[in-house]
């Protein structure tokens, strides 16, 4: 079976690849990420913008291969929710019979520190990379590994969100 993961970043192609195996274990996944645009801001900025790219990405994906089995976007955002800045992403799974699922992932609050310099213009990624002192935050243990001391990582929640996600499709 064919897996089409709309990104090269290693994170979200490992957090795809890891909920497949874990829901369909007798399943011999083919892993194929794809470089394509979101078509939406670097840094989405609302619970729309966000899920609008993890769309986008699934559709581009598919179009680039459109007999894969599953296609799959992830993309990460942030949005004020009741006066605090948070993260989550959206994640988005195209099935080659035409069923669409999606979910969201939990809001994590961002201190004062990185969301001032999101505010300032700077990715979520690069904030973290600035505020702990790190390289690459986004393609390791992202916001959420750093905000929790590697408890839960931007790989783990984006897997639990894909079984989720999965869980919304009919069986075949």
Known sequence: MQLVVASLNPVKVAAAQDAFTQLFPETKWQVSPVSVVSGVSDQPKSDEETW?????????????????????????GVDTLHGQLCTFAWIVIYRVDGQVSQSRTS???????????????????????????????????GAIGLLTNGLHTRRSIYAQTTCFALAGLPQV
């Open 107 to 141: 809001s994590l609050p961002l201190p004062a520190s990185i969301t001032a310099l999101i505010d300032s213009g700077i990715e979520l990624g690069h904030a973290c990379d600035q505020v702990f002192n790190t390289h690459n935050a986004k393609q390791n243990l």
């Open 52 to 76: 609008q790219g993890a769309n986008n990405r699934c559709i581009a994906a598919k179009a680039l291969q459109p007999d894969a089995d599953y296609c799959i976007g992830l993309e990460g």
